[in-house]
């Protein structure tokens, strides 16, 4: 006979498993849903790069048949996103190839050429993305070069106008953003992908995280130093959210 204290024990494990988020893969008309229930009211739908994953966050207790309605329902819009999305990504990589072309693939495997591939007709695949080939040592060296040799031009040119300088700049390489600021500490650290890119996206990105010394969040006085700073800040932030983050 168990102890007292143990048959507690097991009364309580049901409960707490059934707060715990539970994931599961859907195939909704030749796409992928990645699936995670949460204690929320709503259900979202989110493509992921760099890869155009299809995320979706769903009530716990929204049944599978609604999920699948929801997505079928968007089908032909997400299909969209996707093809912008790894053409974004053939856009990022042929750049990044021009600094430090990746070495050749064995034949057979796909290489990297595989990055976008078709089944089903038009039906987009998902192919799989390797960072640590696409970051070699190699390439964080020549990303990390360019972006040294350019900082020092452009932090002599941006503090006098911002009006304010970092304490420190780190580079990294990011998966979510292109840049990041600490207000309090006066660091900011930058996506070593910058470097593999056109200059004047390093530029934008190094100004609005200096304005960050001035502005926490994106609100209006952020976008009124921006538009003081750098006039074309929001054309260049479009430019910039076409592209995807390796």
């Given amino acids: ?3 007292p204290d143990q048959r507690r024990h ?3 494990a049901p409960a707490s498993a059934s707060t715990a988020a539970a994931s599961t893969v859907l195939e909704v008309d030749g796409l992928q849903l990645h699936v995670t229930r949460k204690r929320i009211k709503n259900l979202y739908l989110r493509i992921k790069p760099p890869l155009g994953t299809v995320e979706v966050s769903a009530p716990m207790r ?30 990022s990589l042929r750049q990044a190839e021009t600094l430090t072309p990746l070495p050749s693939a064995p034949a057979g495997d796909g290489g990297h050429a595989g990055v976008d591939g078709r089944r089903g007709g038009d039906q987009p ?17 020549a990303a990390a070069a360019a972006i040294d040799a350019a900082l020092p ?25 292109w840049g990041s600021c600490t ?29 960050h010394l001035w502005a926490n969040g994106h609100g209006a006085d952020f976008q009124r130093r921006m538009s003081a700073y750098l006039p074309s800040w929001r054309e260049l932030r479009r430019e910039l959210n076409k592209r995807v983050l390796l």
């Fill in 10 to 12: 097991a009364r309580k």
């Fill in 62 to 91: 929204m049944s599978q048949r609604q999920i699948i309605g929801f997505a079928h329902e968007r089908h032909s819009w997400i299909v969209q996103q996707q093809r912008r999305m790894a053409e974004a990504r053939r856009m």
């Fill in 153 to 177: 031009g452009l932090l002599r040119k941006w503090a006098p106008i911002v009006g304010r300088s970092p304490s420190h700049v780190t580079l990294r390489v990011m998966t979510s953003r």
């Fill in 1 to 3: 006979m168990p102890l």
């Fill in 125 to 141: 695949q998902l192919p799989m993305f390797d960072r640590s080939a696409m970051w070699t040592d190699e390439r964080k060296h």
């Fill in 183 to 211: 207000p309090k500490t006066g660091r900011i650290r930058l996506n070593l992908q910058l470097g593999l890119m056109e200059p004047r996206f390093l530029e934008y990105v190094l100004v609005h995280e200096m304005t």
